[in-house]
T-cell receptor, first 114, second 115 residues
Framework: GAVVSQHPSRVICKSGTSVKIECRSL??????MFWYRQFPKQSLMLMAT?????????EQGVEKDKFLINHASLTLSTLTVTSAHPEDSSFYIC??????????FGQGTRLTVV | QKEVEQNSGPLSVPEGAIASLNCTYS??????FFWYRQYSGKSPELIMS????GDKEDGRFTAQLNKASQYVSLLIRDSQPSDSATYLC???????????????FGKGTKLSVIP
């Protein structure tokens, strides 16, 4: 299957700081990328969808000024959590889709805000 | 609001038995259906996809789809302790706002295979 690399796998940051998470498609062109958040013992919740070269479309309840998404190229999307607070601590997962209907997941990033 | 429903479990089966996981979905226009396996603290891993009515087999896994009943299931034969995980049902549908297809996930069913 296709490879999607997400970095970092774990990050701990202080409250009020910003954190950037990268998602790269290594062997295909990702025309669409998805960002999910998963709290403990809960399912994946879609945060936003981004098509290459376009602004991201955010799901209801997700603050676009807090979760900045950039999808400037066909192989890279970034999610920046700005002014992070402890309630933003979660497992963030990206997913990328190219020509196929299937989407491939990154390894996920465990964010802890202290 | 597109919905995907799964029993949260936990579903416990003895080693070697058949595990049966079920999923229903609300969007009648959905065309693609997926089962993902997620181990604790890890990202989901695609294990099966199915697009047409009927059964699709891959090794110990069989996906079943009934579009008329809006129902999709996953059977795991000869269950192993290593199959213990949360299984997520996902349904592909068009999101006009985002201008793309996107997956809607169920909450997942936790499976425990008892040695």
């Amino acid at each position: 299957g296709a490879v999607v690399s997400q970095h970092p796998s774990r990050v701990i940051c202080k409250s009020g700081t910003s954190v950037k998470i990268e998602c790269r498609s290594l062997d295909f062109q990702a025309t669409t990328m998805f960002w999910y958040r998963q709290f403990p013992k809960q399912s994946l919740m879609l945060m936003a969808t981004s098509n290459e070269g376009s602004k991201a479309t955010y799901e209801q309840g997700v603050e676009k000024d807090k979760f900045l998404i950039n999808h400037a190229s066909l192989t890279l999307s970034t999610l920046t959590v700005t002014s992070a607070h402890p309630e933003d601590s979660s497992f963030y997962i990206c997913s990328a889709r190219g020509r196929e209907i299937r989407a491939f997941f990154g390894q996920g990033t465990r964010l802890t805000v202290v | 609001q597109k919905e995907v429903e799964q029993n949260s479990g936990p579903l416990s089966v003895p080693e070697g038995a058949i595990a049966s996981l079920n999923c229903t979905y609300s969007d009648r226009g959905s065309q693609s259906f997926f089962w993902y396996r997620q181990y604790s603290g890890k990202s989901p891993e695609l294990i099966m996809s199915i697009y047409s009515n009927g059964d699709k087999e891959d090794g110990r896994f069989t996906a079943q789809l009934n579009k008329a009943s809006q129902y999709v299931s996953l059977l795991i034969r000869d269950s192993q302790p290593s199959d213990s995980a949360t299984y997520l049902c996902a349904v592909n549908g068009w999101n006009s706002g985002a201008g793309s297809y996107q997956l809607t996930f169920g909450k997942g069913t936790k499976l425990s295979v008892i040695p």
